[in-house]
């Protein structure tokens, strides 16, 4: 008897629903409470909800009823019923109380601030040079068990509740300057001082402690107030003068198909005077892995180059070709951030590409990014300074392999379907069509180039071989079978 195959391992994932949840369902407050606490910092914000929703369903949906307007007020809520439940909502924070829920030895628990000063976690801790008060690690009592020594120290969440329902439940204050500063959401029951705060911070694996600084919550305990002595300007930004960075980068071929004297600048950058594809690095037995010697010469030589004269020059010349070609396409788009961050990649003729970031107005982004795939550039939301929220409103329809497409054409289709532009993979070269999650034009795309919608599921499943692109579950399917 032939021996049987073996069965293909399928993801324990249920098939997530290509319709949006119903207004008003338990779907739609699951996602809400998901994305407040995800905004308010846990790290496991699924395992959060469903504790929750199993051991105290009618007072989540009180609270999300009460809050699901405001996202940031949704999320302190969320997180005060889960130290309320001694549910945890951080990873951290479940690793701590693991034994407590095997039933190990939890006779001895480690300090509130010790917590933040584990070994395998990142040293942190207030600069006293900035508090006209000693800072400790906890507030500490005087031999008389009633008074406080005048002191500021820095919790996390869970014990600085512990901390707060200890000295201001019975609305009495400690007699003097008294304080604590607290790390996570503000809790409304309390008036508190939301601030950036000067601290020490070291990595565990830093040789050095940095001065930075972190938002924290400062509560007054005590009836004498303890300040900052740090000057603290607060500064408003006009949404209308908010930046976001676009990532443009002209493709040889098809930008000297377009303008046949962009030939003569890739010769000029290419020619030797200026760094390509970042620049030789040193290498190592692993990836990354250099004697601190060879990085130092690296960095030598990278400090020596920028100040050469030649790659000056190209610089300068590689961002006036970015600012005419910018300012050729888009007439009424102003540039916010000069160029900066330039690149020259490849080495074969005609595989080539020069690239550069700047700034422009959130308002102007879809207009610069539907101009993608004109005159041999491609316009994309940089990875640096681009916020989540700002990247998951857009997704690519990408085109099938077996039907290659130029860069114009594909751009012709982008202005067809009224899309945002082309976008080019970064390493298969294959193109795409950007467009808005969730929009018609998005539908009308997928329908038109992939034959479905499925390539717009923003769930996708991992399985070797299969490119991520096909990686949906209507597309595996029609891949495996």
Known sequence: MAPSKPERRR?????????????????????DCIAAFKQAGSDRPTAAYNGLAELNADELQATYDMHK??????????????????????LDHHQRSKPKRIGGDTSHPPAASARLQAAD???????????????????????????????????????????????????????????????????????????????????PKAPKVVHTHVPVTVYQLGTKEVACTEKVAVATIDPADH???????????????????MH??????????????????????????????????QNQKHRESKKD?????????????????????????TILE?????????????????????????QAVDKVLAGSGQLGATYDLSNVGADEPTADKYQTVWFPEDQPITMADAFQKSVDFKALGVVRHGKSGLLGIRVARGSDAAKAAAVSIRGCEATLAKTRYRITGIAARHATLTQLAKTLT
């Open 243 to 261: 930046v976001c960075w676009i990532r443009v980068t002209i493709h040889e071929t098809e930008a000297i198909a377009a303008v046949p004297s």
């Open 69 to 90: 307007t405001n996202t940031k007020k949704l999320g302190s809520a969320l997180i005060r019923m889960c130290a309320a439940n001694q549910i945890s909502y951080t």
């Open 11 to 31: 993801s324990s994932k249920q098939p997530p629903s290509s319709r949006p949840a119903a207004e008003g369902s338990l779907l739609q407050r699951k996602q």
């Open 264 to 297: 003569q600048a890739f010769e000029d950058q290419f020619s030797g005077g200026a760094p390509v594809n970042g620049g030789p690095r040193a290498k190592g037995p692993f990836r990354g892995d250099s004697a601190p010697q060879d990085k130092a010469r």
């Open 121 to 203: 976690a990142q040293f942190i801790a207030l600069d006293p040079a900035f508090w006209k008060v000693p800072v400790l690690a906890e507030p500490t009592s005087l031999d008389d068990g009633k008074t406080y020594k005048p002191s500021i120290s820095l919790h996390d969440y869970e014990s600085g509740e512990r901390l707060l329902q200890h000295h201001l439940v019975q609305g009495k204050r400690t007699t003097g300057q008294l304080a604590i500063a607290v790390m996570g959401p503000k809790n409304d029951n309390y008036v508190g001082t939301e601030l950036a705060v000067p601290v020490l911070k070291r990595h």
């Open 309 to 333: 004269a030649r790659r000056q020059e190209l610089d300068s010349q590689l961002q006036d070709t970015f600012k005419a070609l910018f300012h050729g396409n888009f007439k009424a788009v």
């Open 338 to 362: 000069p160029c900066k961050s330039l690149g020259r990649y490849g080495s074969g003729v005609g595989k080539r590409s020069l690239a550069a970031t700047f700034g422009v107005s959130l």
